[in-house]
Nanobody
Framework: QVQLVESGGGSVQVGGSLELACEAS?????WGWFRQAPGKEREGVAF????????LYGDFVKGRFRIARVAGVDRVYLSMRDLTPEDTAMYYC??????????????WGQGTQVTVSS
């Protein structure tokens, strides 16, 4: 069993930046970040493998976000910049799945809200 706790969400204005973090209670080999806006399906934001050599981003990221993990620590970060109102959503970290498909992940955090206002 892996417990995940996200932090770092909040409210920013258009064009602002935020950094989300997620800490695990046990070893995580693959990390994923997902988001879900009201009335929409959960979508994959970013993925990183154990060595950091495989990184995937959702098409909407367009170079604005960066996923990173800390070697030797069960923690992952999502740095976001140039935020738009369309990025408003609950953001979730997920562990030990693969890629950007939510159905492939078993462990989920409780989510952290990101709100971007114009």
């Amino acid at each position: 069993q892996v417990q995940l706790v996200e932090s770092g969400g909040g409210s920013v204005q258009v064009g602002g930046s935020l950094e989300l973090a997620c800490e695990a209670s046990a070893y995580v080999y693959n990390w994923g970040w997902f988001r879900q806006a009201p009335g929409k399906e959960r979508e994959g934001v970013a993925f990183i493998n154990p060595s950091g050599t495989e990184i995937l981003y959702g098409d909407f990221v367009k170079g604005r976000f960066r996923i990173a993990r800390v070697a030797g620590v069960d923690r992952v970060y999502l740095s976001m910049r140039d935020l738009t109102p369309e990025d408003t959503a609950m953001y979730y970290c997920a562990a030990n799945g693969y890629g950007l498909a939510a159905r492939l992940y078993k462990y989920w955090g409780q989510g952290t809200q990101v709100t971007v206002s114009s």
